[in-house]
């Protein structure tokens, strides 16, 4: 199971990737497999706003459906295209896939996150 | 008489294999004071002969349509039902079958119900069509719900030509207060295009039509609330009569988003209500929300064509409190039914049922007239209309004891259906009972 | 590969006639609403159209075909005289809106219907009109919000539901306008009473149990778990799926239960039909019948009757009455029974069940292996650790025997889940051999781990790619 360097974690299995005051989201690898076969991904409207923690979208599989959650604060400038023909990248590629790129409202929302030595300890608790 | 297949001697041995000393061990789980410890209030128990009998007795005690021609509609209907579809019923790999869940063992039921939301498809001119619901006011209260959950506004228009009982089950689905449901007055049997357009606004989820309407008329004001509806980016809910789509332009073509009808009238009895068929249908861009099953096409690990339930997630076993519907049960037997009896009407058969229908509803319509009668409306019909009737229990009452089943009374008039299975004499002995009743 | 009705279509065939007809044409109709193409809809005589039919049965397993042992569904056979009752004409052809003179013995048979379940379920009045199990939990949560509603009891915006509830419950609950709050359980499988006394408070409307719940496990503590529902204001409510577990043994309203629904197409043997119709009764304890929904049947004089004036009922769920023919059959089979009938079912069933869970002892993980009730969950747990074997798997390999598999995956608190639910007919012969399949794919698991992750092999279509079933909806037949 992969976990990349240089990425915030949250407890739910999202990463942010920081990009000035951008934040790039998407699912973890333990998420992705987790799923199993994603056959479709839904992902917020442009401009719309939320807080940490609130639910963006929805990841289905063949056999399980999950909210999409983002870690961090702000508004909605982009999301990926790409996923409505091809859900099944986010298997393939979770972490090169976002979902949606935020722009930060309140960075102090990092701080609540996991590095990625935290989040590996955190997954290997969280499969006892 | 009991169906349990063992018999004591087993039983006790089974009990001793285990370590039991009798039957009630088996229930030292319940507390003693839970315990019911005394055979339930039931009668005695019968045998199948005497079952056969009694049941015999009780059904004798209703007057079937069989023995007399039926001209009652307003949402059941007495259509022609083939000898084929009874009998492919009784195969029971499919009526004592479950939901296939289980696609290796269900690829008979599996097809069965891919071709009837085919055919449903086709009738309707809509996408996609789902297994089946309860029944059609229930699936139009769904197709509410759906509207107002894609759209995330919550209001919906419904004219009064609409069946009652559909407005009823609606509002009963509206007080989980996720919706409200908002009655329009009708316009001389029709709905009002004028007063709907009025009402729509940025807070309508949608507008329903029936078509034909509660009453048997043409909606012919559809193109009007159509293009109401869909200026504000609402949808328009259409109800349909099955049998009607065999000659009338379909829910599709008229720009329907959703399509939530009654199918008892493709192969399903009577039954005094139940169990009926609510057929379900929309389009593509509401595929991933529609409630209900679902069967789609995929191949096996040989590259085989092969069916399966799919896109399960939204469903109540997967979603569970995030699910659009709790719907699991359906009337999967009732659908197959439809769907082998519009294999065996066919493409021709339906338009000619439906042709059928139409022709000796005018017939009626016409002898009523030349009796000096006069129908309720001035309207397009197209198998049912409402006949002025001073005093309708009355009318009835003199049907009946003609031997002849009559209409639904309303406030005023007797709505009359004319299915093909109705023919010449039996209308015409209609119209004569009804011409001589007291009238205005 | 066996072809679509479309498929076999031939231009012209038919398979349908009508009588002559002697009136006038009509010509009528304004052509902008008429179809300007046919629905594309089959072109097949009789005989193509009855073998069709007949081929796809034979692809299709009922319990008549074999052993069918769902958990949560009781699978139970399903008797041939109740299909005879409800095809007689009486019962069949009669139009829900007749006279009500003419359909005594239909309203007859629905009133003497809801007595039966009165006295099975120990509830005080009751409604036949909801179609299924799910139809019968939403109106049953609606006259709870109904009850609270009319009482002016504003803030009960949340319903309690177990963490291994059926499905239907938090997506009823959430149907209804509800916020569902979800009960753990206890390690001992069954409610943790703790914490639904934590849970409780004046904003909590109900709560929704099944007993025995979806572990087959009876709620030995229900007496304390209505007393503390109760106390808090709220209303219980019974999910009659598991009834065959205790009819005739015990009744939900001797236990505190104020409304339950009762599935007729479990517990009391009409059959499911590939999924439907099934019918869903609710039943309700004395104050809250005058939410029932309309019409009501009463006996006055003699004569049966529809009644519809009922100013606090939630309104109807259903255009009519309910799935009349449905009751047809349950109304045969409890006549069949009667109270020795339905207690003996009963027991066998809890009997069978407790046998396989026995069977199986040793070979699968049991997770709560003490007396179970009608059904019991056992785990592929720890073919999974060693071999990589699921329950799916297994599943899978039991098609192979030719079993219908049990229900997996369900509920969601217990790993890798195989719920089992024999019903009370099946003979002990039937149970061993079972048994002794389970075993043998428990053996190939360890030995053989690739073949069960294989199978079925010998079913008509081997596993099917689901991910393209769901990531390319084709929902429909297109001609080419």
């Known amino acids: 199971m992969e976990i990349r360097e240089g990425l915030y974690y949250s407890e739910d299995h999202e990463w942010v990737r920081v990009e000035g005051d951008r934040a790039c989201i998407g699912i973890t690898d333990f998420a992705q497999e987790h799923l199993g076969d994603i056959v479709f991904v839904e992902v917020p409207d442009l401009d719309s706003e939320f807080e940490a923690g609130a639910t963006i979208g929805v990841i289905e599989s063949v056999k399980a459906v999950s909210d999409m959650h983002t870690p961090v604060s702000g508004k909605v400038v982009a999301v990926n295209d790409a996923l409505e023909d091809s859900p099944g990248a986010l298997n393939k590629d979770p972490y090169g896939q976002h979902i949606a790129v935020l722009a930060m409202s309140d960075r102090a929302d990092l701080d609540k996150l996991m590095n990625s030595a935290d989040y590996a300890a955190f997954c290997t608790r969280e499969a006892e | 008489m009991g169906y349990v297949p063992n018999p004591p001697r087993v039983v006790r041995e089974m009990l001793e294999s285990m370590g039991f000393q009798g039957i009630d061990d088996l229930f030292a789980d319940i507390p003693a004071g839970l315990r019911l410890n005394r055979e339930l209030n039931l009668e005695a128990p019968r045998s199948e002969q005497e079952l056969r009998q009694e049941l015999g007795q009780l059904a004798a005690r209703n007057t079937a349509v069989d023995d007399r021609p039926c001209f009652l509609g ?9 000898a084929v579809v009874e009998q492919l019923l009784l195969r029971s790999e499919f009526y004592t079958a479950y939901t296939p869940y289980q696609p290796e063992l269900s690829q008979g039921i599996l097809q069965a119900i891919f071709e009837y939301q085919t055919m449903i498809c086709n009738l309707t001119a809509m996408d996609l069509a789902n297994a089946s619901m309860y029944d059609g006011g229930s699936a139009l209260a769904e197709a509410c719900s759906l509207a107002c959950d894609t759209t995330r506004r919550s209001r919906v228009l419904v004219p009064d030509t609409v069946n009652p009982r559909f407005l009823d089950v609606a509002r009963t689905y509206a007080g989980g207060g996720k919706m409200e449901i908002v009655a329009v007055p009708g316009s001389d049997g029709i709905a009002d295009a004028a007063a709907i357009a009025s009402l729509v606004d940025s807070r309508t989820a949608a507008v329903v039509v029936q078509h034909p309407n509660f009453y048997g008329n043409l909606e012919t004001d559809l193109p009007a609330i159509e293009k109401a509806i869909h200026d504000q980016k609402g949808l328009l809910i259409m109800s349909v009569d099955p049998i009607s789509l065999g000659l009338l332009k379909p829910p599709g073509a008229w720009g329907a988003d959703i399509v939530a009808g009654e199918g008892q009238a493709l192969g399903n009895p009577l039954s005094f209500g139940g169990p009926y068929l609510g057929f379900f249908a929309a389009t593509e861009k509401l595929m991933r929300k529609v409630p209900g099953r679902l069967v789609g096409q995929t191949v096996d690990l040989d590259g085989q064509r092969a069916f399966v339930l799919t896109l399960q997630t939204r469903e109540q076993h997967i979603r569970r409190e995030k699910a659009g519907s709790n719907i699991c049960s359906n009337e999967a037997l009732c659908a197959l039914a439809a769907a082998i009896y519009l294999s065996v009407a066919g493409r021709e058969g339906l338009k000619e049922i439906a042709a059928r229908c139409h022709r000796l509803a005018c017939y ?53 259906a004319f299915t093909e299975k109705r023919n010449r004499t039996e209308i015409d002995r209609l119209v004569s009972v009804l011409g001589g009743v007291d009238n205005e | 590969m066996s072809k679509l009705i479309f498929e076999k279509s031939v231009p012209g065939a038919r398979a349908f006639s009508l009588p002559p007809c002697d009136v006038p044409e009509p010509g009528e109709l304004p052509d902008s609403f008429l179809r300007e193409e046919d629905a594309l809809l089959p072109e097949v005589s009789e005989v193509e159209a009855v073998r069709h039919y007949t081929e796809l049965s034979r692809r299709s397993y009922g319990v008549d075909s074999g052993f069918y042992p769902l958990g949560s569904c009781t699978m139970k056979y399903n008797p041939k005289i109740n299909e005879w009752a409800a095809r007689l004409p009486g019962f069949a052809n009669i139009h829900p809106y007749q006279d009500e003179e003419t359909v005594q013995g239909a309203l007859e048979l629905m009133h003497d219907l809801e007595g039966m379940l009165r006295e099975i379920t120990g509830m005080d009045s009751f409604t036949l009109q909801p179609a299924a199990g799910a139809h019968g939990e939403m109106t049953g949560v609606l006259i709870i919000k109904a009850y609270h509603n009319h009482r002016r009891d504003l803030q009960r915006t949340k319903m309690i539901v177990p963490d291994s509830a059926h499905g239907t419950n938090p997506a009823t609950a959430h149907m209804a306008g509800f916020e569902m709050i979800e009960v753990k359980s206890s390690a001992r499988g069954l409610v943790d009473i703790a914490d639904l006394r934590a849970l409780m408070s004046d904003q909590i409307a109900g709560l929704m149990l099944t007993n025995p719940n979806t572990l087959g496990l009876f709620e030995e503590e229900i007496q304390e778990i209505a007393e503390a529902v109760h106390a808090a204001g709220g209303i219980l409510y019974y999910d009659g799926a598991n009834a065959n577990a205790i009819m005739g043994v015990a009744r939900p309203g001797d236990m505190g239960f104020d409304v339950c629904h009762l599935n007729l197409h479990k517990t009391f043997g009409t059959p499911h039909g590939g999924g439907g119709p099934g019918s869903g009764p609710i039943g309700v304890k004395a ?70 869970r026995t069977g199986l002892r040793g070979h699968y993980d049991i997770p709560y292996d003490r007396l179970c009730k009608h059904e019991f969950v056992a785990s592929a747990r720890r073919q999974k650790k060693e071999n990589g074997v699921s329950a799916l798997d297994v599943a899978k390999s039991l098609i192979d025997y030719g079993y219908h598999p049990p229900t997996i995956y369900f509920p969601l608190i217990v790993e890798e889940a195989l719920m089992i639910e024999p019903t009370e007919t099946e003979t002990r012969e039937r149970l061993d051999d079972f048994i002794e399949a389970m075993l043998a794919i428990a053996r190939d698991a360890a030995e053989h781990p690739e073949q069960v992750k294989d199978a079925p092999r010998k079913a008509v279509i081997r596993r099917l790619d689901e991910t393209r079933a769901a990531r390319n909806p084709v929902l429909k037949w297109t001609p080419e």
């Open chain 2, 74 to 82: 307003a949402g059941a209907y007495d259509h022609y039902i083939p």
């Open chain 3, 287 to 356: 104050f809250l019948a005058d939410f029932l929904p309309v019409p009501v049947i009463v006996r006055r004089d003699g004569r049966f009757a529809l009644d519809y004036d009922r100013p606090l009922s939630i309104g109807k769920v259903l255009s009519f009455y309910g799935n009349f023919g449905v009751m047809v059959k349950a109304y045969a089979y409890i006549k069949a029974l009667g109270a020795s009938g339905i207690r003996e079912a009963c027991e066998n069933a809890v009997l069978n069940a407790n046998y396989i």
């Open chain 2, 364 to 416: 009626a319509r016409d002898e009523l007239q030349k009796r000096g009668l006069r129908l309720k409306y001035q309207r397009p019909f197209f198998k049912e209309f409402a006949v002025a009737i001073r005093d309708p229990g009355a009318a009835n009452r003199a049907l009946l004891e003609a031997g002849i089943i009559g209409g639904y009374e309303l406030g005023g008039a007797l709505l009359l």
